[in-house]
């Protein structure tokens, strides 16, 4: 068990609704990237947070938001769901911005769009 | 892109060594080899990562070319508990250094 928690497990939405998934990094980060995973694909980047502020985005559209917290937790706020944005959402914790060691992952929170 | 070429699956008898190629020939000179695996159901979980010299750890050994443009994953003995996808991620650089890119990885099955 890595020690980074997310919630909800499981939720489910409909087209046009927003969405807020929870992070709390492993005690002693200070960083939380989020990756989306598509069924039968790799994980993707969506962004990190490193002591509260925005530090890396890959390409997803501006719908999709965060937080940093000073406890250095984090949310993922997603707007006008697509259909497209089902999938397994994965929230990662580190200490530091640049990766040269382990990340520590979440069992993700599973969002189906319908 | 992933940047890196993995065959899509594997299979290994259990209670025997299994080797994991990763090809990365673009690989530059401060990139980070990380290996994760992600069990069904689960996030991922880091085995392993190096940069230029071959590496130990509980989990597994990295062996890495000496001209860095592939990589081995070596699992000493498998067991059914290590049947799952593995990723070979070349770490970013500059100013990628704070992501890692996955690719689709190769799913190893581990025949009893």
């Known amino acids: 068990e890595t020690g980074v928690t997310q919630s909800p497990t499981h939720l489910i939405k409909t087209r046009g609704q927003q969405v807020t998934l929870r992070c709390s990094s492993q005690?002693?980060?200070?960083?939380v990237s989020w990756y989306q995973q598509a069924l039968g694909q790799g994980p993707q980047f969506i962004f990190q947070?490193?002591?509260?502020?925005?530090?890396g985005r890959g390409n997803f559209p501006p719908r999709f938001s965060g937080l940093q917290f000073p406890n250095y937790s984090s949310e993922l706020n997603v707007n006008a769901l697509e259909l497209d944005d089902s999938a397994l959402y994965l929230c990662?914790?580190?200490?530091?911005?640049?990766?040269?060691?382990?990340?520590?992952f979440g069992e993700g929170s599973r969002l189906t769009v319908l | 892109d992933a940047k890196t070429t993995q065959p899509n699956s594997m299979e290994s008898n259990e209670e025997e060594p299994v080797h994991l190629p990763c090809n990365h020939s673009?690989?530059?000179?401060?990139?980070?080899i990380h290996w994760y695996r992600q069990l069904p159901s689960q996030g991922p979980e880091y085995v392993i990562h190096?940069?230029?010299s071959n590496v130990n750890n509980r989990m597994a050994s990295l062996a890495i070319a000496e001209d860095r443009k592939s990589s081995t994953l070596i699992l000493h003995r498998a067991t059914l508990r290590d049947a799952a996808v593995y990723y070979c991620?070349?770490?970013?650089?500059?100013?990628?250094?704070?992501?890692?890119?996955f690719g689709k990885g190769t799913k190893l099955s581990v025949i009893p």
């Open positions: 990662a914790s580190s200490f530091g911005s640049r990766i040269t060691g382990e990340l520590f």
């Open positions: 005690s002693g980060h200070n960083t």
């Open positions: 947070y490193y002591r509260e502020e925005e530090n």
């Open positions: 673009t690989i530059s000179g401060t990139d980070y």
């Open positions: 190096g940069l230029t």
């Open positions: 991620i070349r770490g970013g650089s500059g100013a990628g250094s704070y992501q890692l890119t």
